[in-house]
Every structure is written in structure tokens, then in C-alpha cells.
């Protein structure tokens, strides 16, 4: 056999072998693919927590500001209870952001039930001011109060429940307030 012939051989023999790789792989990516899918499904039809926002009242009247408060509602499906990360909000009016802020580590919520945070909005006087356009003669502010309910769930990991309120909230007179 002369050395060209070898050569053909030995390439005719690694073509062969590259080819078996490559059906081979594609049936192992083709397996990992589907076995990709399967568990996204699953995870999708996992229930997951749902959540809730009330809408915002004011609570008191400091130094520093105005507190404003919701409530968020979140209902548990497991029957173990589920760490909450943070809570993060933003309240905005007249097309303004009026506060933002995070709750970090808030607790937990409860195990086959529902849990009620208390979310506290601190809103500066000098925002009131610059608020006083809208409040015109029925004293109401039309706000917007966007939520991020951030929690981390054993199998899925940390997810955020986006939750919004809009409404229009009367502020106190000051014979609310004596």
C-alpha cells in the first residue's frame, strides 16, 4: 500500500470517527435540551406566593416629614414559611418620584397563611411644597405607589412580585390633626 492510499484511509477513518462525535452529541444535546424543557415546565406550574396592596393612608405628621402607610398582603402555598429579601417602593405624584425606599430582610411569611406587612413611606415637607399645585381646593394628591415584594423560594431562587396602587388620597386638615 503506498503512503497516499494510508492517507486516504486515515482520513476517511478520523472523517468517520468526527462523524460518530458529532451524532453523538447532537443526541446528548438533543436529550439535554428536552430534559431543559421538562423542568421548565414543572417550575412553571409550581404555585408560587401571590401578593396584594392596599391602598395608602396617611398615619402621622414629624419634624421631618409626613408617614404614609400601605399594607402588603401575601399569601403563603407551601407549608413551610418563605424568607422575604426586601421590599422596595416608590411613591410617586404629579409625575414626580415623592420617596423611595428599601426594607431589607422585612421576615418571613407565614407557612399556609397570609402575612400583612406594614409599609412605611416617609415623605419629606419639602416634596409636600412642591405638591401644593396639585392639590388645588379638595386637598387630595393623586399618587402612584409601585412595590417590589423580592423573596427566595427553594426551588425557583429569588424572584420579585411587582405590585402597584394608584388613588387619590386626602391629606388631614389641622382639625384632623388637634
Known amino acids: 500500500m503506498s503512503a497516499a492510499e494510508e492517507e486516504q484511509r486515515s482520513a476517511a477513518a478520523a ?3 468526527e462523524e460518530r462525535r ?27 406566593p401571590e401578593a396584594s396592596l392596599e391602598r395608602v393612608a396617611f398615619k402621622s405628621v414629624s419634624r ?18 418563605i424568607p422575604i429579601c ?3 417602593y416608590t411613591f410617586k405624584s404629579a409625575g ?5 425606599g428599601t426594607m431589607p430582610d422585612p421576615g418571613w411569611i407565614a407557612a399556609s397563611g397570609s402575612t400583612k406587612l406594614e ?12 405638591l401644593m399645585k396639585d392639590l388645588g381646593g379638595d386637598w387630595d394628591i393623586d ?3 409601585e412595590v417590589g415584594l423580592t423573596i427566595d423560594l427553594p426551588v425557583v431562587g429569588t424572584f420579585t412580585i411587582p405590585l402597584a396602587t394608584e388613588g387619590e388620597m386626602k391629606l388631614p386638615t389641622f382639625r384632623d390633626l388637634f
Open 15 to 17: 472523517g468517520g470517527e
Open 22 to 48: 458529532e451524532r453523538g452529541g447532537g443526541l446528548v444535546s438533543g436529550l439535554v435540551d428536552k430534559a431543559k424543557g421538562f423542568v421548565a415546565e414543572k417550575v412553571a406550574q409550581i404555585p408560587k
Open 64 to 81: 421631618q416629614g409626613i408617614e404614609l402607610q400601605s399594607h402588603v398582603d401575601v399569601n403563603n402555598p407551601y407549608s413551610h414559611r
Open 86 to 88: 426586601e421590599v422596595t
Open 96 to 100: 414626580k418620584v415623592i420617596a423611595s
Open 119 to 130: 409599609l412605611p413611606v416617609k415623605v419629606p415637607y419639602d416634596f409636600i411644597v412642591s
Open 143 to 145: 399618587y402612584v405607589l
